[in-house]
T-cell receptor, first 114, second 110 residues
């Protein structure tokens, strides 16, 4: 296995509910990324962390989205007041700060908002 | 920001033939170009990458070429096999984040 773990694998929620996803990166990787992928599209960047610092956020990351990486290890992505348009695969990836330009993706969390 | 375009969106080839997927990018600051393979319901997996100081890179049946002047790069798969069937994504970036193409669904017909 590639070593990036995401939980849960699937989440079905009612519109308006809050959801939280977890990502455990490869242990020695300093950088952690969140991407969103909808059907038939490539992954779209949401945000990334270098250790515990959130260094960049996409415009796609509305106020309802928040991500944390409190101890520089695992990360959580929370979506508040979910909308049907939030239905997607949420992918986490990690990489090394130096020399590890290629991402290792996790298996993703598929969110369905009904 | 960066804009990555990928063609074709679907590609069917006979087993043993070659497949070529092309991508263009817009931001001259991009200096890293990975390619990912994604099978149905699975995670994207890095199959090959190239940095801007190199024009071509090969790994067994897979090769990538980069033309920085024209801002395009291509994936070449030779001697295709049924297990090469998947969606392939190109990406471009400068290390902090990557912009992905919309994907090419490759079908290798036995």
């Amino acid at each position: 296995d590639t070593g990036v773990s995401q939980d849960p694998r699937h989440k079905i929620t009612k519109r308006g509910q809050n959801v939280t996803f977890r990502c455990d990166p490869i242990s020695e990787h300093n950088r952690l990324y969140w991407y969103r992928q909808t059907l038939g599209q490539g992954p779209e960047f949401l945000t990334y962390f270098q250790n515990e610092a959130q260094l960049e956020k996409s415009r796609l990351l509305s106020d309802r989205f928040s991500a944390e990486r409190p101890k520089g290890s695992f990360s959580t992505l929370e979506i508040q007041r979910t909308e049907q348009g939030d239905s997607a695969m949420y992918l986490c990836a990690s990489s090394l700060l130096v020399g590890g330009w290629g991402y290792t993706f996790g298996s993703g969390t598929r969110l369905t908002v009904v | 920001g960066e804009n990555v375009e990928q063609h074709p969106s679907t590609l069917s080839v006979q087993e043993g033939d070659s497949a070529v997927i092309k991508c263009t990018y817009s931001d001259s600051a991009s200096n890293y170009f990975p390619w990912y393979k994604q099978e149905l319901g699975k995670r994207p997996q890095l199959i090959i990458d190239i940095r801007s100081n190199v024009g071509e890179k090969k790994d067994q049946r897979i090769a990538v070429t980069l033309n920085k002047t024209a801002k395009h790069f291509s994936l070449h798969i030779t001697e295709t096999q049924p297990e090469d069937s998947a969606v392939y994504f190109c990406a471009a970036g400068a290390g902090n984040q990557f912009y992905f193409g919309t994907g090419t669904s490759l079908t290798v017909i036995p």
